[in-house]
């Protein structure tokens, strides 16, 4: 997943509009599982990797809070998503023929200089 977007999110949709692979789903998506907030599908942020030098979300987010750092999509955090997905924090998608997305099936690349300690306190992206 790479990042998240929290209930401090507006509902502007600058976020959506900048995100190069359409991760970012928002409130009125029957796919997202989250009521009355923007959400980011873990099997799908890349976090820019390849696109941009930082999440361009992060960039476009006029609200400091909204989008915060999360555990990378990889398989040494797969029973994260799974514990998470459970719990209803993620709803991540589940392929007719490949099952439930998770790391294992496809890892998503990550910015690697991002701290541990940043991704567990879900720190804020802009003060990256």
Same mark, same amino acid.
């Given at each position: 997943?790479?990042?998240?977007?929290?209930?401090?999110?507006?509902? &502007?949709?600058? &976020?959506?509009?900048? &995100?190069?692979? $359409?991760?970012?789903?928002?409130?009125?998506? =029957?796919?997202?599982?989250?009521? #009355?907030?923007? %959400?980011?599908?873990? *099997?799908?942020?890349?976090?820019?990797? /390849?696109?941009?030098?930082?999440?361009?979300? #992060?960039?476009? &987010?006029?609200? *400091?809070?909204?989008?915060?750092?999360?555990?990378? %999509?990889?398989? #040494?955090?797969? =029973? %994260?998503?799974?514990?998470?997905? =459970? *719990?209803?924090?993620?709803?991540?998608?589940?392929?007719?023929?490949? /099952?439930?997305?998770?790391?294992?099936?496809?890892?998503?690349? %990550?910015?690697?200089?991002?701290?541990? $300690?940043?991704?567990?306190?879900?720190?804020?992206? /802009?003060?990256?």
């Amino acid at each position: 997943m790479a990042v998240m977007i929290t209930s401090e999110c507006i509902l &502007c949709d600058a &976020c959506a509009l900048e &995100c190069p692979v $359409a991760a970012i789903l928002d409130e009125n998506s =029957e796919k997202n599982p989250k009521d #009355a907030m923007y %959400y980011v599908k873990p *099997e799908s942020c890349v976090e820019c990797v /390849g696109h941009s030098d930082t999440p361009r979300c #992060a960039e476009a &987010c006029p609200t *400091e809070g909204a989008i915060v750092w999360d555990m990378p %999509y990889t398989v #040494a955090f797969e =029973e %994260y998503f799974i514990s998470g997905n =459970e *719990e209803g924090k993620y709803g991540i998608r589940v392929h007719n023929k490949k /099952g439930m997305m998770l790391p294992s099936v496809k890892e998503q690349p %990550y910015i690697s200089t991002v701290s541990q $300690a940043d991704r567990e306190s879900h720190a804020n992206l /802009g003060n990256w």
